[in-house]
Each structure stands twice: as structure tokens, then as C-alpha cells.
């Protein structure tokens, strides 16, 4: 709730204070570094700490940030590059909260309700979403940008607190592999300085390796770099393209925004309640359907039909995601998967920052919805190529179910 909140008074408090296409598509930037790098430089820690408490940590921060822009508002000082300031910091935070968040869940459910326990929690989280894109519009338009920022601070530090009540459970034995951490720890004691910075370093670079070795992991980060490269003007100009194309208000970002959400409900209720076997194949697909659904920003302005093909994205932003945490939570082991969650959102997002550099300017000089479409195309293009071209594991999506047959 508190994120959604976060991006719609952020956003438009932005384009009230004199921000543009040029604006939103920085602050887009300048959100994806942390989310690119700090996470491989986190996880080494992540695999030794309380996870619930490094979330709360971030959330923690995370309320903090949103009141000093309310602050700087009402002492009259509100630069734009304050914006983008800000919006680094709380996306270094999340670059922490998420691989915690994805190392978390396999601790606390058995390793068979793996995949239900994601997809019920993409259903859970979009009925909260919904509520924050709701109130976040209600807000916006009844009060101000600036008052909505002051509640999301307040929405962040009760999140946090909820985290510290967290107890993970041990579901399952101690295994070698967590004998044999304990032992390394104990060693890693008796390092010098130098010797400790070196062995960190090993260890950030070590997702890289572990990811590489997870052919179907690997292939889906792969793809995810060029369906996050395609998103790309979708993700930092929709609040532009409400504005200058659909002629609407925070509202109607919120409604648009909302049904992204109602589409990534049912998408999370639907594999609730069914068993994937071919994980690489579903998350091609999905990449498929949301590469159609972009096109058509390009040839249709009904606000009906944008809101039909925001669902279908939203649809896909959980079969797209919901393959990928199973799989890291099901073939990855536990003191691993903080690593080769954080390399391969490296991977995944290593294109983003120039994707985020450009649509500013070309969707002032061709529009805002031909450079959505041209993103959608590209989607479609690379998928084609991947499913093709990139080897996969046959084995791992039955290895993700306890399964011994092959996908």
C-alpha cells in the first residue's frame, strides 16, 4: 500500500512542480541504479542476518524519505533534483527489502507449497495494491500530493513494525550445506581485514557464477532484460501519457495503475490453484502477451481498452515473476539465493538505464504512445529469439516440484 502510494503522490507532485516526459523518464534512472547494483553488494550480508529485520530497516528508511519532501514543500524549497534524490534513496532501500523478501518465504513454508504460497501472496499483495491505488487517487484529488506523502510515511513504518513480528519457522532439517556455512563463518572470523574485503568480493561476484549454472534461471534473466528494456517507456510515461493522450488526472493513473493490479490478482489466483511444469515456456508467453498489449497504446486511445491491456500486462507481471521465485526458492540453496536473486536482477535491469535515459526525449519527438508501442514490438522480437536460441535445463521445472519426470 505504502508503495503505491509512494508512486502516485510522488509522480504527481513531480509533474506539478514543472516536471515533463524528460522529468519522469530521469527519475526512472536514477531509481534503476540502486536496483541494478546495491542489491549484489547487500546479499553477502543478507545470508547472515535476520531478514525480517534487514526489511524492516528499509521500510524504516523508506518512511523517512517520503516526509522530507513534504517538508522541503512547506519551507518553500523543492528543486527538481530533489525528486530524483529521494527517489534513489528509497529505491536502495528496496534493493535490500526484495532479495530478503524472496530469501524469506522459503523459510517459513514447506518447500512443496513453494509455488502456491508465491502465487497466493501476488493475489494478497494485489488486493493491497488496489486499496493503496484507490486511496492514493482519493487522496491525491481530495487533499494534495504532498498530504499523500505524509500518510505513505505513516503506511511505511506500520509495514515495518509488522515485519519484526515475523518468526521464522525451521521447516526443515539442518542440512550439510548449512554445516558447512556455519564452518566457513567461523573461519572467515580468523581473516584479516584485507583478507575479509577480498572474500567479500568473492562473494558478490558469486551470483554471477551461481546464476550461470542455472541454465533455465539464467535464460528467463535473459529475457527479462530485454521485457524490462520494452517496459521501459510504459513504466516511466504513463503518467505523461494520462496526461497528454487521455487528457485525465491522478484519477485515472490510479485506475490505470488499478488494473494492473486486477489483472495480476487473477494471474496469482489462477496458479494458485494450478501446478506448472514448464516454467521457461509460461514465462515466454507471458512476455508475448505483453508485448501485444503495448502495441496497441500506439492505435487506441479509449480509456476502456488501455485499461483492458494494463490488465493484461498486470496478468503477465505475475506469470512472469512467479516462475522465477519458485525456481530460486525450490532449485537454489537457501544461503545462495539472496546472491543469485540480486545477479540476476543485475542482468535483468543492466539495460534499463539507458532504456530510461532515451524515451524522455523520443517520446517528445514521436509521442508517447508510439515509443510505448515500439517497446512492445521489441518484446515480441526477443522473445521469439530466446525461446529459440537460449539452452534451458529440462530438468528444472521438475526438480522445482519434487517431480522426477522430466518438463
Given at each position: 500500500m505504502a508503495d503505491?502510494?509512494?508512486?502516485?503522490?510522488?509522480?504527481?507532485?513531480?509533474?506539478?512542480?514543472?516536471g515533463g516526459a524528460v522529468a519522469t523518464s530521469i527519475l526512472f534512472f536514477v531509481t534503476l541504479i540502486p536496483e541494478m547494483?546495491?542489491?549484489?553488494?547487500?546479499?553477502?550480508?543478507?545470508?547472515?542476518?535476520?531478514?525480517?529485520v534487514w526489511m524492516f530497516g528499509s521500510d524504516a528508511v523508506r518512511a523517512l524519505i517520503m516526509l522530507v519532501i513534504p517538508l522541503c514543500y512547506y519551507y518553500d524549497?523543492?528543486?527538481?533534483?530533489?525528486f530524483f534524490v529521494a527517489g534513489f534513496i528509497q529505491s536502495a532501500c528496496g534493493s535490500v527489502y526484495n532479495p530478503a523478501s524472496v530469501a524469506l518465504l522459503p523459510r517459513l513454508v514447506e518447500r512443496s507449497h513453494v509455488q502456491k504460497a508465491n502465487a497466493f501472496m501476488a493475489?494478497?499483495?494485489?488486493?493491497?495494491?488496489?486499496?493503496?491505488?484507490?486511496?492514493?487517487?482519493?487522496?491525491?484529488?481530495?487533499?494534495?500530493?504532498?498530504?499523500t506523502m505524509v500518510v505513505t510515511s505513516g503506511v511505511f513504518l506500520i509495514s515495518g513494525l509488522l515485519l519484526l513480528f515475523l518468526r521464522p519457522n525451521k521447516v526443515e532439517a539442518p542440512t550439510p550445506t548449512e554445516s558447512v556455512e556455519q564452518i566457513e563463518q567461523e573461519e572467515e572470523e580468523k581473516l584479516t581485514f584485507s583478507e575479509k574485503i577480498k572474500s567479500y568480493w568473492k562473494e558478490v561476484l558469486s551470483g554471477f557464477t551461481i546464476l550461470r549454472k542455472h541454465k533455465t534461471i539464467f535464460a528467463i534473466n535473459v529475457y527479462a532484460t530485454f521485457l524490462n528494456f520494452g517496459m521501459a517507456p510504459f513504466l516511466a510515461l504513463l503518467a505523461v501519457y494520462v496526461t497528454e493522450e487521455l487528457q485525465g488526472d491522478a484519477g485515472t493513473l490510479s485506475l490505470l495503475r488499478g488494473s494492473l493490479m486486477v489483472g495480476a490478482l487473477l494471474m496469482g489466483i489462477v496458479l494458485s490453484k494450478l501446478k506448472i511444469k514448464r516454467y521457461f515456456a509460461l514465462f515466454i508467453f507471458a512476455g508475448l502477451c505483453q508485448g501485444l498489449a503495448l502495441t496497441v497504446f500506439e492505435f487506441s486511445s479509449l480509456i476502456w481498452v488501455i485499461v483492458l491491456c494494463c490488465a493484461i500486462i498486470g496478468m503477465v507481471e505475475t506469470a512472469v515473476?512467479?516462475?522465477?521465485?519458485?525456481?530460486?526458492?525450490?532449485?537454489?540453496?537457501?544461503?545462495?539465493?539472496?546472491?543469485?536473486?540480486?545477479?540476476?536482477?543485475?542482468?535483468?535491469?543492466s539495460c534499463l538505464p539507458i532504456a530510461a535515459l532515451i524515451v524522455g526525449p523520443l517520446a517528445e519527438a514521436y509521442g508517447v504512445g508510439t515509443i510505448i508501442a515500439c517497446g512492445?514490438?521489441?518484446?515480441?522480437?526477443?522473445?521469439?529469439?530466446?525461446?529459440?536460441?537460449?539452452?534451458?535445463?529440462?530438468?528444472?521445472?521438475?526438480?522445482?516440484?519434487g517431480q522426477s519426470t522430466s518438463s
Open positions: 503505491n502510494f509512494a508512486s502516485i503522490s510522488f509522480v504527481w507532485l513531480l509533474l506539478e512542480s514543472g547494483l546495491l542489491g549484489l553488494f547487500v546479499s553477502p550480508l543478507l545470508a547472515r542476518g535476520r531478514l525480517n524549497f523543492l528543486p527538481i533534483w530533489l493475489s494478497a499483495n494485489q488486493v493491497v495494491f488496489l486499496v493503496g491505488l484507490a486511496g492514493a487517487g482519493v487522496l491525491v484529488n481530495w487533499l494534495s500530493s504532498v498530504t515473476n512467479v516462475p522465477e521465485m519458485v525456481l530460486i526458492q525450490t532449485t537454489v540453496p537457501p544461503n545462495e539465493q539472496p546472491a543469485i536473486y540480486a545477479a540476476g536482477t543485475a542482468l535483468a535491469t512492445g514490438v521489441l518484446i515480441i522480437g526477443t522473445g521469439i529469439l530466446v525461446r529459440l536460441f537460449l539452452p534451458v535445463d529440462k530438468t528444472t521445472a521438475a526438480d522445482a516440484n
